[in-house]
């Protein structure tokens, strides 16, 4: 089943989030290539593997009014992140750092995100 938060336009979910809580700029291929050269030799790398990101994160249960649906006589209420929720990417960028994946204040750093399904 989707969900589709951006409808209707004009009074959707997706409408009445501020983009200053949505927008998100990721650091490119590039951008680590140069934080690399820059640090040198002792630069260290790591990947993390990140399945279903937001599906890792909980929606407060004040907002699930926001997220519910009724079908077919039922009520749904995702209680996670959805796909296709505007503030989904920025408040994933946000976690990562509560739950230790991103790094120290000691540490440079640069997030590069790819997605294989």
Not at 2 to 25: K, T, Y
Not at 51 to 69: E, K, N, Q
């Amino acid at each position: 089943m989707i969900h589709h938060l951006s409808f209707p336009h004009g009074v959707s979910v997706n409408d009445f989030i501020p983009s200053e809580l949505s927008s998100v700029h990721y650091a490119s291929v590039d951008d680590a290539v140069r934080m690399i050269k820059k640090i040198g030799p002792s630069c260290t790398l790591a990947k993390t593997d990140v399945r279903s990101a937001f599906r890792i994160i909980p929606v407060h249960p004040t907002d699930y009014y926001l997220l519910g649906m009724h079908w077919k006589g039922k009520y749904y209420i995702d209680g996670c992140l959805p796909m296709g929720l505007a503030s989904s990417c920025r408040t994933f960028e946000n976690a990562q750092y509560g739950y230790g994946m991103g790094s120290s204040k000691q540490t440079k750093h640069t997030t590069y995100y790819t997605h294989f399904g």
